[in-house]
């Protein structure tokens, strides 16, 4: 069973730089499993924020970028809001069974 | 603007059966793959499945939890999928969204609709 796995929780400060990652139990994550970003709020439907590693969509600030490092995906926030508190999950493709497996999330804390 | 919104949810008991709804506007509706995600109460997100378009023989792919019970299925003329669900279990219980590939998997979300499997 393919697992993709996150850091469960992370604190920054208001104005900080901070990179989330996404690992596959399946080795090397490459732009061909096409890691997705998602935002999720408390009470709301999650919000896409990054397509194919590093793509953002046209509602997703500049703060966020997306990246391939050391053999897994990354989700940068620059200049981080206190709004950017929220959970993130990372999203990646598997072609050979042709499925999408999430990340467990990980929780952002400002602070 | 696009705009998905999920209908059939509700309470339905172990081994039963519930069919969710996915009505789409905003764009092209046949040109697009749509899919669903789940997430149970206070988890995490869960990919479910999704299907391609029409000319591609609206061919579909699901999740290992929910192979050969689950069954995607899509109405262009009425610009709606649709989510299957038999043999239900307690652990099929949580909120399901339903999302486009536009231009990218699960680009766009609906609010969800609330299943919950319990006696």
């Known amino acids: 069973q393919t697992v993709v796995t996150q850091e469960p929780s992370l604190t920054v400060s208001p104005g900080g730089t901070v990179t989330l990652t996404c690992a596959s139990s399946?080795?090397?994550?490459?732009?061909?499993?096409?890691p997705s970003w998602f935002q999720q709020k408390p009470g709301q439907a999650p919000r896409a924020l990054i397509y194919?590693?590093?793509n953002r969509h046209s509602w997703t600030p500049a703060r966020f970028s997306g990246s391939l490092l050391g053999g897994k995906a990354a989700l940068t926030v620059s200049n981080v809001q206190p709004e950017d508190e929220a959970d993130y999950y990372c999203l990646l493709f598997y072609g050979g069974p042709q499925v999408w497996v999430f990340g467990g999330g990980t929780k952002l804390t400002v602070l | 603007e696009v705009q998905l919104v999920e209908s059939g949810g509700g309470l339905v008991k172990p081994g039963g059966s519930l069919r969710l709804s996915c009505a789409a506007s905003g764009f092209t509706f046949s040109s697009v793959w749509m899919g669903w995600v789940r997430q149970a109460p206070g988890q995490g997100l869960e990919w479910v499945g999704r299907v391609k378009t029409k000319p591609e023989g609206a061919a579909t792919d699901y999740a290992a939890p929910v192979k050969g019970r689950f069954t995607i299925s899509r109405d262009d003329s009425k610009n709606t999928i649709y989510l299957q669900m038999d043999s239900l279990k307690t652990e099929d219980t949580g909120v399901y969204y339903c999302?486009?590939?536009?231009?990218?998997?699960?680009?766009?979300w609906g609010r969800g609709t609330l299943v919950t499997v319990s006696s």
């Open positions: 399946t080795g090397a994550v490459a732009s061909d499993y096409y």
């Open positions: 999302t486009t590939r536009l231009p990218a998997t699960a680009s766009y």
């Open positions: 194919s590693t590093s």
